[in-house]
């Protein structure tokens, strides 16, 4: 690769690389190439560099760094016309959201990777722990929206059966219209219509403003058969 380090594509090759030694969990690996393509393509190509910036950011994120990681991301973010940015900054405000959590931040560096990784099941098992541990807090809260997230996708009775939770234990949160919709859709999956059509209804009389409203009323039409 370094004789071609001059071109684009073997800086793009190197963070294909990055992402995919993070896969295979060969996070050693995956640190050094990020910071040699860092180095390497920061004047040749700063598009791809800052990727590799970024990508070095969540390493360091996974392995519970989390003010040297909020360092790197708080450049990224600050670069408005890199492809990054928007990541990067994404990222760095749900650390300040919850820097009062130190531990559990770590724990979620955890659950980030092993997301990556497709091991569902042990992010799961974390995110119960943070749920426990932390109950009564917001990122506690956050846990749960996303314990119900992960689970959506997955295993569509147990999703319901947290996002039940949620509803019962967070009536109150900014995430209870998408917590409804995405009830409403596995409900829908699960041939369960009727129930999908109750919580759609609901979406509309008690968030007529979110953002799901329009696909609710239209889910609610064709579920009724209205023309």
């Known amino acids: 690769m370094n004789q071609y380090k001059q071109f684009p594509i073997s800086a793009a090759a190197a963070n294909q690389v990055i992402d995919i030694s993070i896969t ?29 910036k970024f990508l070095f950011a ?18 990224l973010a600050g670069k408005t016309d890199s492809d990054i940015s928007n990541d990067a900054l994404e990222l760095s405000l749900f650390l300040e959201q919850f820097k009062q959590y130190q531990g559990a931040l770590v724990s979620w560096g955890q ?4 997301q990556k990784q497709h091991k569902y099941d042990d992010a799961i098992q974390i995110l119960r722990s943070i749920i426990t541990q932390m109950k009564g807090t917001d990122i506690s809260e956050y846990a749960q929206y996303t314990l119900c997230d992960i689970l959506s996708r997955h295993d569509s009775t147990l999703a319901i059966q947290e996002a039940d939770i949620f509803l019962r234990e967070y009536p109150e949160s900014v995430h209870t219209d998408y917590i409804l919709f995405m009830m409403a859709g596995l409900h829908i999956q699960n041939k369960q219509n009727q129930r999908a059509i109750d919580i759609l209804t609901d979406i509309l009389v008690r968030f007529p403003q979110s953002q799901y409203a329009r696909k609710s009323r239209e889910l609610i039409r064709v579920l009724r058969g209205d023309s």
């Open 24 to 52: 295979t969990n060969e996070l050693t690996y995956a640190s050094e190439l990020a910071q040699q393509s860092m180095s390497t393509y920061q004047y040749l190509n700063q598009e791809e560099a800052d990727k590799s």
């Open 58 to 75: 969540q390493i360091l994120l996974y392995n519970g760094f989390i003010d040297s990681t909020k360092a790197i991301l708080i450049g």
């Open 111 to 114: 659950v980030l990777l092993l």
